[in-house]
């Protein structure tokens, strides 16, 4: 039996746009969104329809409805100490969307605070005598569930969970505390050691696992992962260290690709960001799917830049 607390799944309550708009409407990954094809668009259909606001900020395991001052809203305050309360989202069959880009599926290594540290950032976790490195692809939790907890959290992955604690279902009431540090964007992800620094493992090296700096998505990106270039709109993946032309995607550990824009009648590249005629609300393309909110005084949205700006 689950504790009452703990974060495994999400619903689709759908979090308050950020900018304080009309609300961001949640949805379900569906067959047609995925990326069969190398010249496919990550998404179909209008901007609105498709968005999401993140994961880990919507999920219900939260206990959202039973905390006061939920608003959709974040905190990007680091703690001096590097000192947070664990917990996670995500898990089988639950394949929401990350702000980021991939799915909150708890099968790989991520976590959100990417509002306290950037799309993309790598985190070394350690506690219980153990280190992982996650990267931080979503956007959260909601600074009502911190109030709760009364300390600083860091939602992660099942799988760091059960590689620090042992547990995959992890809450905030079950007081499982992790020291978190920025490390290299070139650090492998995974289990790592506590005694010595992480050593990325050199591009020249056969079977290399670096990553490579992705122009189009404005961060690095893991090997194995695929880009469809902004430049050609040809695909390329992250291989030992070096970008390698692809025409099938079939190797790819993840995906990011052009997304379908309604609004604008074509397809456009990730970091693009679009003014839904819909809803007239700002959407960045993340390279799986639309997401907000998007700062229009600073033109940046929640992987970074936008890369073009594209009013009604």
Known sequence: MLHPLRMAVHSPISARSLQFGPPVRHFIPRLA???VLPSAACVVGDEADEATAGASIEDPG?????????RGQASSSIPSSGMYRLTTFGGPGDHQSMSCGGYADGTTWYAASRQRYGCG???KLE???KCAIVTALDYGPDVCVENAAGMPII????KASRHLFGEAGVGYSDRLNVKVTKVAASTPVGPCSTTAPTTPTPPSDPGSTAACDSATLGRSVEAGVCVQGASDAKWYQ??????LQRTSLGSCTERYGFCASATLGRNVPPRTCVQAASDEVW???????WVSPVTTATRQGPIGTCSTWNPL
């Open 33 to 35: 969104f995925l990326l």
């Open 283 to 289: 959407y960045q393309c993340n390279g799986q799917t």
């Open 62 to 70: 939260h206990e959202l409805n039973r905390l006061s001052g939920c």
């Open 127 to 129: 506690a219980n005598g």
């Open 238 to 243: 992250c291989t030992d260290g070096q970008w």
């Open 155 to 158: 939602d992660v992955s099942p």
């Open 121 to 123: 950032s790598k985190l």
